[in-house]
């Protein structure tokens, strides 16, 4: 069987591409061939290759994608990765083209079962054909790097994403400023790529403001990315929108507490308390970072508990025999 994964933005360093990599490297390791392509910007294809089905990723992308093509594909299924189901699915202009989208589907994708929820609230003719699959672990252990090592004595929080407007970053480091003033030993690493300039430039003006604290590590390829997450000692995430994370799910697996948003994707992930920490707003950060900072035990506790609970509900060869069972079934469909 061959599959085509078809990702907005690829191979740009995006979730979606982190995502739609990590697919496709744990579906060839059970025998499913893949190819990876482009349904925006200048890598965007314009005909697909051959497959025995598409998998498409972002219900509003992957429509305007369908409008272009030379010869639409027989069947597909789709996921749902974040923004085309916490905003376009709720946007006037871009509603119709989400649900077009789902309509056309075979099978709709997405990581959780809040979000299936969501899918079913707002179009429930699609009973009967929503899955919900979580998302594997990826897999570091080759990763190797002497680049980058924490400050001896200090506590290290890691914000991992592209600076864009949605991810929050200024949030994290407005909060952090004031941690920092009773805990000097605090530090902030930002990693990512520069994906809205505008909100770039915001931030880096914070980056120098605070350069005695904050430091941006900039572009890490996701191979590296272990390495980011073994000098850390926290993990964050200040979005106010996500799908499911793969950064939050990554940390876990290298037995790191969250601190996280209480935002959907997130905290379907985060069980407050138990695996990681979810606020509501500054006072709640600060409050759960001072404990975090303060109390080794719990953080301790915490990050052990966030592992198993990576290794329990995010298995990667789960996620790839789920999938091909989708797979199997639609082009069974389309062969009777």
């Excluded at 499911?244 to 308390?273: D, H």
Aim: aromatic share 8%; with cysteine; charged share 20%.
């Amino acid at each position: 069987m061959k599959i085509v994964l078809a990702a907005p933005n690829y191979p740009q360093p995006r979730g979606n591409t982190v995502t739609v990599r990590r697919i496709a490297g744990n579906l060839e390791k059970i025998g499913v061939r893949t190819e990876i392509v482009s349904i925006t910007g200048e890598n965007c294809f314009a005909t697909l290759p051959d497959a025995d089905l598409v998998h498409g990723f972002h219900a509003y992308y992957f429509h305007q994608f369908l409008q272009q093509l030379d010869q639409k594909p027989k069947s597909y299924i789709i996921t749902m990765t974040g923004t085309d189901l916490n905003a376009d699915l709720y946007n006037p202009e871009k509603r119709p083209d989400v649900l077009s989208t789902l309509e056309g589907a075979k099978a709709i994708h997405v990581f959780d079962e809040a979000a299936k929820t969501t899918v079913l609230q707002e179009a429930p003719q699609f009973e009967g054909k929503v899955f919900a699959v979580a998302q594997g672990t990826s897999d570091f252990s080759s990763a190797q790097s002497s680049q980058l090592e924490k400050e001896a004595g200090t506590f290290l929080f890691v914000l991992p994403a592209g600076i864009r407007k949605v991810k929050n970053i200024p949030f994290a480091i407005d909060a952090l400023r004031k941690l920092h003033k009773t805990i000097p030993n605090l530090r902030l690493w930002l990693a990512g790529p520069i994906l809205e300039q505008a909100e770039a430039d915001i931030v880096f003006a914070l980056v120098e403001e605070h350069a005695d604290w904050l430091t941006y590590i900039g572009e890490i390829p996701h191979a590296e990315m272990g390495v980011v997450f073994e000098n850390a000692d926290v993990v964050l995430n200040t979005s106010h929108s996500e799908g499911q994370p793969a950064a939050i799910l990554e940390a876990k697996g290298y037995g790191k507490p969250v601190l996280v948003s209480n935002v959907p994707g997130n905290n379907g992930m985060v069980i407050n308390g138990k695996n990681g920490y979810l606020y509501n707003d500054q006072k709640q950060f600060l409050y759960y970072a001072a404990k975090l900072i303060n109390n080794n035990e719990a953080r301790q506790r915490i990050g052990m508990q966030a592992k198993q609970y990576a290794a329990d509900h995010h298995s990667p060869s789960f996620e790839a025999e789920a999938l091909l069972k989708i797979y199997t079934s639609v082009t069974q469909q389309d062969n009777t």
